[in-house]
């Protein structure tokens, strides 16, 4: 068996894991929404992340072959991304999403680019690209025509919440991009679950009622199990375990779907007014990180081919 034809078969293997995990996390918006219906914002953080944590643990021992174990120098990093994408940004994003449709959240949260770039040069002092500041801007109109577009006056402190959560996103993301990993990245994950759900768990019990899980039916509980262990925790899972099969620019191109998935989803699901200019701002955002993820080399063929 050639070297090439494993890297194939890797490779496949990951796009197949990758696609699953888009089409988890996708559909879940609508099934958030509708989640939000039977229990509280701050208990479905909470439960979301708490029933994930099995299936993630079953990942770490079906692949490293024991319990999770949290290495030391990775214990600040892990705790960044738990307060600041899994408490904070998460949280923000479930107690907007009670105001708002849930496509249109799914298409505000990926403006971690624009809040990238503003941490990037504002704070590192970095000097950005043509190409990303034309991409940013791009976004940044796609982001601003649905902010005009979406909801009625009393929805805009909600929409501007989910840019807020999409901030304290990319500041998660920007401190793991600075981070080497020292342990697994899936143990990683595992931790930051259990730390954002006990978290979670406590401001619930102190700020919300206790549900009424007695009268939960089946479909409830359906409902739950998706949100939770297959959308969170299979989802977060295949992502995390495909990552090292593709190559980065690969990762955020099939990424990019997980955002249509969540628009289209929610427009069939929950019969959402598709609105022009919000689908318009969409098409925008989209393509943006669409262009971003192509290798450059592609580009380059794209712009000789328009020239000839």
């Excluded at 701050?42 to 708490?50: D, E, G, I, P, T």
């Excluded at 999770?68 to 994003?93: N, T, Y």
């Excluded at 025509?145 to 990319?170: C, D, K, T």
């Excluded at 262990?229 to 990552?243: D, H, K, S, Y």
Aim: charge should be positive; aromatic fraction near 10%; proline fraction near 5%.
């Amino acid at each position: 068996m050639s070297t090439r034809y494993i890297s194939n078969d890797v490779q496949s293997k990951g796009i197949k894991m990758l696609l699953v995990a888009v089409l988890c996390l996708g559909f879940n918006w609508p099934a958030m929404k509708v989640g939000l219906e039977i229990v509280t914002p701050l208990w479905m953080v909470s439960l979301r992340f708490l029933l994930s944590i099995p299936v993630l643990a079953l990942f770490v021992m079906l692949t490293k072959k024991r319990v999770p174990i949290l290495h030391r120098k990775d214990r600040a990093v892990v705790a960044v991304v738990a307060l600041f994408q899994f408490i904070l940004s998460m949280g923000l994003i479930t107690l907007c999403l009670q105001f708002i449709p849930a496509g249109t959240a799914s298409i505000l949260i990926y403006t971690t680019p624009l809040w990238m770039l503003l941490i990037d040069t504002l704070w590192y002092r970095q000097q950005a690209t043509s190409k990303r500041l034309i991409l940013t801007a791009v976004s940044t109109v796609g982001c601003a025509m649905i902010l005009f577009a979406s909801g009625e006056p009393g929805a805009r402190i909600p929409l501007l919440g989910m840019l807020v959560a999409s901030a304290l996103w990319a500041i998660a993301i920007r401190r793991v991009s600075f981070h080497r990993w020292h342990g697994s990245v899936i143990e990683a994950v595992f931790w930051q679950f259990v730390i954002a759900g006990t978290a979670m768990l406590c401001f619930a019990i102190a700020f919300e009622p206790f549900p009424d899980f007695a009268q939960y039916n089946a479909l409830n509980w359906l409902l739950l199990t998706y949100i939770g262990p297959v959308a969170t925790g299979l989802g977060f899972g295949l992502m995390v375990a495909a990552g090292p099969k593709l190559a980065p620019e690969k990762i955020v191109l099939i990424s990019t779907l997980t955002p249509i998935v969540g628009y289209v989803s929610s427009v069939l699901l929950l019969d959402e007014v598709l609105l022009p200019l919000v689908v318009a701002g969409a098409v925008l955002m989209i393509a943006a990180l669409v262009v971003n993820g192509l290798p450059a080399k592609i580009l380059k063929k794209i712009a000789r081919h328009n020239r000839s």
